[in-house]
Nanobody, 118 residues
């Protein structure tokens, strides 16, 4: 499975942005991770083919993950953005694993930059 993320950009604090990830084929689980400069890549959210979701605590209530299975595309709607949300956002996919560990995801996209300015 090949993944292509897009939709990043520059947004003011408090604003909204939606990033998307297109997969070349079916991916049972798709997820988002992010990596800020000097920090490790961290889990943001994941969604299974059947619609189960998981979120990191720091995005609950602000970010929403969803997917269009017919298009093999996943989205991350980000609201109430904060400076600390600035990072490269990576999409990932797995065949069976559903969770927050990077090692569970075998497929990775190239990342899209999200910059939040105050």
């Amino acid at each position: 499975v090949q993944l292509q993320a897009c939709g990043g950009g520059l947004v003011q604090a408090g604003g909204s942005l939606r990033v998307s990830c297109a997969a070349s084929g079916r991916a049972n689980v798709m997820g988002w991770f992010r990596q800020a400069p000097g920090k490790e890549r961290e889990f943001v959210a994941a969604m299974s083919w059947s619609g189960s979701t998981a979120y990191a605590d720091f995005v609950k209530g602000r970010f929403t993950i969803n997917r269009d299975n017919a298009k093999n595309t996943m989205y991350l709607q980000m609201n109430s953005l904060k400076d600390e949300d600035t990072a490269v956002y990576y999409c990932a996919a797995s065949t069976l694993y559903f969770g927050s560990s990077r090692t569970g995801y075998a497929y990775w996209g190239q990342g899209t930059q999200v910059t939040v300015s105050s």
